[in-house]
């Protein structure tokens, strides 16, 4: 029996805290990514690279604050980044390909780490681990995964920190499918999403189409 089409619940709008991201450094580095002929070394720099690109677009409403410094010429009042409270959460395993991108624009970001499984018969997840910096609820919580499928592990990592008292999320995934981000935006409409590329579906098994093939497996050169 052929597969439903799915049809998108949603508008993908910044209306809809739904961010497609459309620089075309970002676009020309996923297509190398899903070239089979890509090596270990060169993808796991790629997925550093576009982590690094989605975080200098989802982290520009940080807040600022002046502050008083003094330059070779006079002293003057210039803005830096208010609190500096902020956490990087990868989804374990493939979320920390993103990590180093991020934290390379944000050095002083705490990280936490959640860990998911994917059941292989239901494509459930299901979680092994859990932590979280503290005080998680002060904290502008970006939430990383280079693959956004059924949105399973997403939404419940969100849950996971929401639970924990994190309040302001972002999740940030280099390719989604309308299945996956709609299933987030539904749980968790207050969540911020980037989408480096809305791929076109999900395959009977749950594995994003044309998609990249396993990203945890091409980061960490396993099989």
């Not at 996923?30 to 002929?37: A, G």
């Not at 092994?128 to 939430?143: A, H, N, Q």
């Not at 309040?167 to 280099?174: H, S, Y």
């Amino acid at each position: 029996m052929a597969k439903t089409k799915y049809t998108p619940q949603y508008e993908y709008t910044p209306e809809n805290n739904i961010f497609i991201q459309t620089h075309p450094l970002i676009q020309h580095k996923i297509s190398l990514l899903r070239d089979i002929n890509t090596g270990t070394n060169e993808f796991r720099k790629l997925v550093s690279e576009i982590g690094m690109l989605m975080g200098f677009e989802a982290l520009s409403d940080l807040p600022l604050e002046d502050v008083q410094i003094t330059t070779p010429i006079e002293t003057c009042m210039t803005p830096m980044i208010a609190g500096r409270k902020l956490a990087v959460v990868p989804i374990l395993r493939a979320g920390l390909g993103m990590v180093d991108g991020i934290t390379a624009l944000t050095p002083t970001a705490k990280i936490g780490h959640i860990g998911m499984y994917r059941d292989e018969v239901t494509h459930e997840p299901h979680e092994y681990f859990c932590k979280l910096p503290k005080p998680i609820e002060e904290r502008t919580i970006v939430l990383v995964d280079p693959m956004c499928a059924t949105g399973g592990s997403a939404s419940d990592a969100i849950t996971l920190i929401k639970n924990r008292g994190g309040r302001k999320i972002k999740f940030l995934c280099i390719i989604g499918v309308p299945e996956g981000i709609d299933r987030v935006h539904k749980d968790h409409p207050d969540v911020q999403i980037y989408v480096g590329h809305m791929d076109r579906e999900l395959n009977e098994n749950a594995y994003i189409c044309p998609g990249l093939g396993d990203a945890g497996d091409r980061i960490f050169g396993t099989k």
